[in-house]
């Protein structure tokens, strides 16, 4: 179910379809149908396609803070990492995101760091993962390499100081790092960054 949400989501809100046998033309008339209002089931039928959500690797697995940082709502929520099928383009869908931009890792955090985009913690810190890869099959690669870790922060607050620690943190009930890039988060001004700031975010 997970996977099939992950196809049906990838395919509404960024345009690109993970099937099987799915070139550009059949993803374009696959877009077409989802605009005119028929269903993701519906519109697979009709043009006989399977998903592939072998396409789809498991890589993290987030669950927010028992006591969140900066908002009340919880979440548990999976990521997946997948290569953009060959002729697709990816793409907003005007309704649930209305603007996109293809960026790698480093230009997504030296964004953030001007404040031109907004990043979620769970976003910062995957950015820190995968930037420290050289392409995406070697992102893939190292998640079919190991279970998907299940990453859930723990906050406190020192000095008037919101702080957000992750596995492998002196300060987190787990002990054992679960993936690479800092193990905190400080609030200030308003967004997190790691305490040091962003130099050196990706040694």
Not at 104 to 130: F, S
Request: aromatic share 8%.
């Amino acid at each position: 179910a997970f996977f099939v949400a992950a196809c049906r989501e990838t395919f509404e809100e960024a345009s690109v379809l993970l099937a099987r046998d799915a070139d550009a033309l059949l993803a374009e008339r696959a877009l077409r149908r989802a605009r005119e209002g028929q269903l993701f089931a519906a519109l697979l039928a009709e043009l006989g396609l399977q998903l592939a959500s072998d396409a789809l690797v498991p890589f993290t697995r987030w669950i927010t803070p028992k006591v969140p940082a900066m908002m009340n709502k919880r979440f548990d929520a999976r990521f997946f990492a997948a290569a953009l099928p060959g002729g697709q383009q990816a793409r907003h869908d005007e309704h649930e995101a209305t603007d996109s931009v293809w960026l790698t890792p480093r230009e997504a955090i030296e964004r953030y760091r001007r404040r031109e985009i907004v990043l979620a913690p769970a976003q910062i810190m995957t950015l820190a993962q995968v930037g420290r890869r050289a392409s995406v099959a070697e992102v893939l690669e190292e998640a079919r390499r190991r279970p998907p870790p299940v990453i859930e922060p723990e906050s406190f607050e020192a000095d008037g100081v919101r702080t957000a620690v992750y596995p492998g943190d002196e300060r987190h009930s787990v002990r054992v790092r679960a993936m690479p890039g800092p193990t905190r988060l400080i609030v200030r001004d308003g967004r997190f960054e790691p305490p040091g700031g962003f130099d050196g975010f990706f040694d």
